[in-house]
């Protein structure tokens, strides 16, 4: 399996706070990047943050601030937290991991993320 597996997502009241993961298989050594993006009804898919392979970080806009990336490297696991808080209504999407992989895009299923008001 190449594309990623995503966990976190789910229904929160504004203000609040959730937790996505992703973990992107295989080694460690040939990743460029991971990151999440999003996509809302209607709209088009957009970044929301990522890591790139040495160690920059890029965020939208529209999140700085209130999310944070982080990734986990112990025992050699690419995975990935993006941390969603003060989550508002606007922040409702389809949350994709992507995982760019000797240039090449690997995209999750997605987790629904919905912020209610």
């Known amino acids: 399996q190449v594309q990623p597996v995503e966990s976190g997502g789910g229904l929160v009241q504004a203000g609040g706070s959730l937790r996505l993961s992703c973990t992107a298989p295989?080694?460690?050594?040939?990743?460029?990047?991971i990151g999440w993006y999003r996509q809302a009804p209607e709209k088009q898919r957009e970044l929301v943050a990522r890591?790139?392979?040495?160690?920059?970080?890029?965020?939208a806009d529209s999140v700085k601030g209130r999310f944070t990336i982080s990734r986990d490297n112990a025992n050699a696991k690419n995975t990935v937290y993006l941390q969603m808080n003060s989550l508002k209504p606007e922040d409702t999407a389809l949350y994709y991991c992507?995982?760019?992989?000797?240039?090449?895009?690997?995209w999750g299923q997605g987790t629904q993320v919905t912020v209610s008001s």
């Open positions: 992507k995982v760019q992989r000797n240039w090449r895009d690997y």
């Open positions: 295989g080694s460690t050594f040939n990743i460029n990047s």
């Open positions: 890591i790139l392979s040495g160690g920059d970080i890029d965020y």
